[in-house]
């Protein structure tokens, strides 16, 4: 995968990316590739590796491929090989394999969302030079005429300032100021009323260290663990990446808000696992995180003239299933592409807009439902919250599968062997010869 950019003197287009975040730095990648010099503008003045874990999808791992990051990405990720989802008894539901081990053709893989960015951020330096990102630069607002427009900004030192580009990129995330002033009407958050409580622990790893666990009922006790990164920073255990759904009353939409498990641990009493000690590793958390699921309602546009949104700006999800990330990525190839094939870019962002707008916001309303999740909720319904006999009984095999085909076709990776009728997922004590 080559990644120099082509010799191309016609693009002469100055870009401007706002924000630093998964999006805004694959997409500056991107434009890199089809041989623009964009340059970011970050408000916080120095980048941290901050955040939890990303599950990243097949379709991610493609995307990282392409920007000729793959092995790289590898090398700060694990494999992911299986997914389990169990009801708040422990009792197995359904699994499926994942990423290569499924048929597909990429891995999917879990990673430190901190991680990728700095991988992403690193990328871009190297490319595009050191002066690529500019950090301490807070975007307040845009104006726009018929050759280019000018971004209001604020200095980390309070100063204020302009920013004059002729396309104006904005990755500023779940808060766009952007997003705000292009849909004033769009922007008020709703919150759901149930919380994400988002932590790691350093632990020993569980089955074979490639697993995700879908656990327990949504809405009531939900939690999803994953392993993030093996031997973390030489310590010889692996940092394992968990996250418990629950209702709750207060919530402000900030990434950076530290919450307890204290307030999570009982929904836990009666869940027993042979090789996970659930309660043990909530108590053990290096770090917890609240995070609400605010609901920002799909955009009919994502472009004003010069202006596109990308990333959360323009799609904020919630954080489940791992697509809030991936999705964020692919919009920049898309976007570059539309840029290098259209003279008028106004036409270019339509062109971006009209490729992606309508997948993206299926996922924004899927991922508002429970997506795949809602198999445990079924069984939770049919069982009415009491252990089963036998699961096929209560959700057969066939009736999972065609609800995680339909998802993965949506998400837009189709489930290899689907579409001629071959059921894929399983029960893993069937797998291993055993009855129950
Ligand atoms: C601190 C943090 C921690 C996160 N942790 C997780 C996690 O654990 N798990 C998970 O699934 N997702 C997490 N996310 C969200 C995840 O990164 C996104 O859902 C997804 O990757 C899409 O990325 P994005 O680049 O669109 O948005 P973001 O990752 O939110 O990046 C937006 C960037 O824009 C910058 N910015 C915002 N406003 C302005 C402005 N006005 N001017 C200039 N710059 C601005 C922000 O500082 C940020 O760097 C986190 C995001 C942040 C910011």
Not at 7 to 17: G, P, Q, R, Y
Not at 41 to 64: H, M, N, Q, R, W
Not at 292 to 307: A, F, K, M, S
């Amino acid at each position: 995968m080559t990644t120099t950019p082509p010799e191309n003197e016609d693009i002469m287009l100055d870009i401007a990316i706002i924000g630093a975040g998964p999006a805004g730095l694959a997409a500056a990648l991107r434009l890199h590739q089809q041989g623009f010099r964009p340059r970011i503008y970050e408000s916080v003045t120095e980048l941290k590796p901050l955040g939890v874990g990303i599950d990243v999808k097949v379709y991610g791992a493609k995307e990282l491929d392409e920007l000729g990051l793959l092995e790289e990405f590898r090398a700060i990720s694990v494999d992911a090989k299986e997914s389990i989802f169990y009801n708040k008894y422990g009792q197995e539901i359904y699994a499926e394999l994942c990423g290569v081990h499924m048929g597909y053709l990429y891995e999917q893989r879990f990673v430190h969302r901190g991680y990728l960015q700095m991988l992403l951020y690193r990328t871009v330096l190297e490319r595009l030079g050191q002066d690529a990102v500019v950090t301490g630069v807070r975007c307040l607002g845009y104006t726009q005429d018929a050759d280019g427009v000018t971004l209001d900004v604020r200095h980390g030192d309070g100063t204020e300032g302009t920013v004059r580009a002729d396309v104006v990129v904005a990755a500023d995330g779940i808060k766009s100021t952007v997003r705000a002033q292009m849909h004033p009407g769009m922007s008020e958050p709703v919150y759901s009323g149930i919380t994400m409580w988002r932590g790691t622990t350093l632990m020993e790893p569980f089955r074979d260290g490639h697993t995700i666990l879908h656990i327990g009922a949504p809405q009531s006790s939900s939690m999803i663990v994953y392993p993030i990164a093996d031997d973390f920073e030489g310590t010889g255990k692996t940092l394992v990446n968990w996250v418990v759904e629950a209702t709750r009353t207060e919530s402000v939409e900030d990434w950076n808000q530290l919450g307890a498990v204290e307030e999570i641990i009982g929904y836990y009493d009666q869940f027993e696992l042979d090789f996970l000690d659930v309660q043990q590793m909530l108590r053990d958390a290096r770090e917890v995180y609240l995070f609400p699921l605010i609901r920002h309602d799909p955009l009919e546009t994502w472009v004003d003239g010069r202006v596109v949104l990308i990333g959360d700006a323009a799609h904020a999800m919630y954080p489940r299933g791992g697509n809030g990330a991936c999705q964020a990525i692919v919009d920049g190839g898309a976007l570059a592409e539309a840029l290098a094939t259209h003279d008028d870019p106004h036409e270019a962002l339509k062109a971006f807009e009209a490729a992606r707008i309508d997948q993206v916001n299926g996922i924004v309303m899927a991922h508002r439902g429970e997506g795949y999740e809602v198999i445990r909720r079924i069984v939770e319904d049919r069982t009415e919250g009491q252990p089963f006999e036998d699961i096929e009984q209560i959700l057969p095999l066939a009736e999972a599968d065609e609800i995680f085909s339909k998802y993965h076709k949506l998400v837009g990776q189709p489930r290899p062997g689907w579409e001629s009728g071959q059921a894929t997922g399983f029960r893993t004590w069937e797998r291993a010869g055993e009855t129950r």
